[in-house]
């Protein structure tokens, strides 16, 4: 599959097109957009990580990260606004022979999907869920989310955000995920690493990714995309282990970057098979 | 452990025969979230799908279980939930998500009075028109409504079964009286009990596309994992599934869902008939209400009065050219429904001012008496 040096464009063909629809390309998302180098580190570890692809789906909800499932070439479901992990919940318990990944923003997985993302670490349902979280809803326009910084300007926050963003690996870690790690889409080899990581083990996985909007974060607060960029080279620190209180995302403080959380506890499916299925 | 199908003659509650129901048509998967007068088919879930390995899951709320049973059906599973007014209005957003990816699925709406919070253990027929337009968008789907133990049993049987023949969800609109009412409920041989499972497509896999409607109109359906690699979204799509932003792929798309269920109507709309033939005045109801026609048509007979009976098994689609027909030689109608007049404005629509048309109705809360009927009869006859 992969290109030969002297070949034409048209016969070059991209060793991740197999898992791509490419008859739906151009995507769009914006130049400068952090969510398809996330996207590629995902497509990178499914196939490093040797799982039966055949047996694995992507489950998006709505947003911009939303639309990710929507270009894999495997079975995938484009979801209602927030509502990604009680599908994939529902997909993976129907059948758990499927690997089930849930692709999908920061908007989408902890402002009106909040609810569901606590409850499915509680239940350690066996699925990766990756969050790329670019602080500001995009889809919309440029509205606050949820992972906001505060005083951040947003088209819903002019004169800057009064509220304080959420720690997500903090959270993740108090709803019982059972691998919690955080990167940025410039830590590319860390984060396929990480992702491959959480695909071939079970329980509920979770891995934030920062990424750029600089349509609409960076463009209301002066931080160009290779300002941002910078940011994430320079003002994050890689810390395994930390403590999951001090990873709230200030960068002028710095942000921790690495693998927090890889513990084993019992999935979903397991305790249901101990305590309603043993006769 | 019990088999899926539990044959004999069982004393049990609607919402009980409810859940036997959905385990004799092959339920595998129940997302529930408890809530009064509904709780008893999760509980009775609960308890059940293991008997046969299937799963039962509380979720955290009624929108995550609408959302965890469309999963499960992409998974093969036949799935279902089951709710009350405030959750049947949680449910709504999915439920449009269900209809526009054609995902079969079984919702019980066990109706209580509202608005709101309202009666919790009071019943009512007040959600018949969120039935047919909770969600947002023009579509079409099917709603039946049983009145009795034995019919919410069977009627649990039929929704799954033109759920997955039609690939839409289904809604079961009982009502807190009959879900709570315990009644003599005979469960038949596992090989009496027909079942219908979605078609399965066949053919060449790069070839095929997920929309493309069959003979009757509707598409056969893999599952996640069958190899098909299916792309399904609630954004308007193409026969291959893929978002089209276009008014052509939107009109496409709606034409489709709701064709499939208009041309096939004569084999969705059930309804039972009593004494229409020399009718002067037709009482037309169902669910709960429909026992209490019955009754106020047998005392009318007995007064001399020739008053017919109409009885909807299924609501939606609404069976309009039956009453359109009947509106040919009848007098008047009289809707007896536990609401200010839902079903009754259809029927006036669809009457289109060939017979007068009357309600009994109220708020909630409580039955509709035969004599309340009688009294409507007595004053228009």
Known sequence: ?279 | MRPAVLTGEHYITGDEACAEGAMAAGCMFFGGYPITPATEVAEHMSVRLPEVGGTFIQMEDEIAAMASIIGASWAGQKSMTSTSGPGFSLMMENIGLAVCTETPCVVVNVQRAGPSTGLPTMGAQGDMMQARWGSHGHYEIIALSPSSGQEIFNQTITAFNLSEKYRVPVLLMTDEVIGHMSEKVVIPNASEIRTISRPKPKGRKDRFKLYQPAENGVAPMPSAGDGYKIHVTGLTHDERGYPVMTVEAQAEMTDRIVRKIRDNRHDIIMTDSYNLEDAEIILVSYGISARTSLAAMHMARSSGMKVGFLKLNTIWPFAEEKIAELAQRARAFITVEINYGQIHLEVMRSATGRADCHLVGHAGGTVITPEQVMAKIKEIY
């Open chain 1, 1 to 279: 599959m992969v290109a030969k040096a002297d070949s034409t464009p048209s016969e070059q063909v991209h060793p991740l097109d197999h898992l791509i629809r490419t008859d739906r390309i151009p995507h769009i998302w914006c130049t400068g957009c952090g969510i398809g180098t996330v996207f590629s580190s995902c497509l990178k570890a499914m196939i490093s990580s040797g799982i039966d692809l055949e047996k694995t789906c992507m489950v998006s909800g709505i947003g911009c990260t939303g639309r990710g499932a929507g270009y894999l070439n495997l079975d995938s479901f484009h979801t209602t606004h927030g509502r990604a992990i009680p599908f994939a919940t529902g997909l993976k318990l129907g059948n758990p022979n499927l690997n089930v990944i849930v692709f999908s923003g920061d908007g989408d997985l902890f402002a009106i999907g909040g609810n569901h993302f606590i409850h499915g670490a509680r239940r350690n349902i066996d699925m990766t869920v990756i969050c790329v979280n670019n602080l500001i809803y995009g889809m919309t326009g440029g509205q606050v989310a949820a992972t906001t910084p505060v005083n951040a300007k947003t088209t819903t926050t002019q004169s800057g955000n009064p509220d304080a963003p959420f720690n997500l690996p903090l959270m993740a870690w108090a709803s019982g995920a059972t691998y919690v790690a955080r990167w940025t889409m410039l830590h590319i080899r860390e984060l396929t690493a990480c992702i491959e990581k959480a695909l071939t083990r079970s329980g509920f996985s979770f891995i934030e990714v920062l990424a750029p909007c600089p349509t609409n974060y960076g463009r209301r607060n002066r931080e160009k995309s290779l300002e941002t960029l910078r940011l994430y080279r320079d003002k994050t620190i890689i810390k395994n282990n930390a403590d999951p209180s001090e990873l709230d995302v200030d960068f002028q403080k710095g942000v921790i970057l690495g693998e927090f959380v890889d513990r084993e506890r019992p999935t979903c499916i397991e305790n249901y098979d101990r305590t309603c299925r043993a006769f």
